[in-house]
């Protein structure tokens, strides 16, 4: 057994970053200014997106999208069950009711023709989550969208990188569309904590800027450099949700580096899927499909609980004594006592996300690992399932 722990997620910051930081906290500005600036260009050229707005998480991108969009009470949003508490929490905080489209039980992503039957006269968006950094099918979704002339919010979180047939998430899909990315410390990229909107439509690219501070109408860096003004209006009541430089050093320094990161993943996915494969009693996640490039924020198989005759919480235990870190993504959201209170939702209301919720499970997936680290991961699921 390992003598050290094995998280199932490691950021992997270069001096770079760190120098870069420190050239920050020497400067004297720390907060959102010049490199802020910067990250949100390259973000954009790395994208094709026209408008990349840096925001201090992806559950602040999503939420500022939603209002830029105008959505508000009255209005329903669609979304998957199998996601961050943050996407379904945004909808409900702006004032729309979430309503949910089941999973695919394989992909684990929405299923587009689920979304068509909840379509209502009172939707007004559609929030794909690329579960896992798998893209969904997007055109599919997309024609949805446009048929319905719904506003389109991918969740991006777990897709930096990935492609749904050559597109790369987050670049423009129409006027009503926005992708938000995370940076929390377990995803793709990191700046500790951050987030972009991606988005071609100008008008909602002001709105996010403007309501990311305050609603004000400049920002402090054009405000107290030594050529700005002092003056600003506020144009409506905003959030105080702006990435600071510190945030945005590491932030570029990651995504030169977001490449071989993927890469790397790959390679981890490639060598959990040969030397796992043949283990009865999990089930991998699938390829992408052709023409798809797959992010993999995560690798998440299902215990097969049945054949095994142990719960997947109790798999994840027995990792834990073997000294090997997992994570839990996701617990169905509809069966959280705030929305089964809110919205009626109970066991049975979306079968595919339940199954997927009680057995789904993540294993260490990040691109530092070593060879021996995933050697390591991979003995410990097999001592694991033959005991079963
Ligand atoms: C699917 C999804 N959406 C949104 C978020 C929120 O991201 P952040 O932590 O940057 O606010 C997460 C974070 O884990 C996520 O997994």
New binding site residues.
Partial sequence: MRSTFLPFARPDISEDAIADVADSLRSGWITTGPKTVKFEKSFGEYTGSPYSLAVN??????HLALMAFGIGPGDEVITTPM??A??INTIVLVGARPVLADIDPVTLNIVPGAIERAVTPRTKAVIP?H?AGRPCEMEAIEEIADRHGLVLIE?A??ALGAEFRGRRIGAPLGERHAA?F???P??NITCG???MVCTGCEDAAEKISVLRQHGMSKGAWNRYAATGTPHYDILFPGFKYNMLDIQAAIGSDQLKRLDIFNARRREIVDTYRREMGDIEGLRLPPSPEKGDLHSWHIFTPLIDTDLLGFSRDDFMAKMRAMNIGTAL?YQAIHLFSFFADNYGWKRGDFPNAEYVSDRIVSLPLFPAMTDDDIADAVEAVRRICKKG
Avoid: R
């Fill in positions: 998480s992806a559950t602040a991108g999503l996601t961050f943050a996407t989550v579960f969740d979180a777990h938000v995370s940076f929390h377990t995803k904590e951050g987030g993504h």
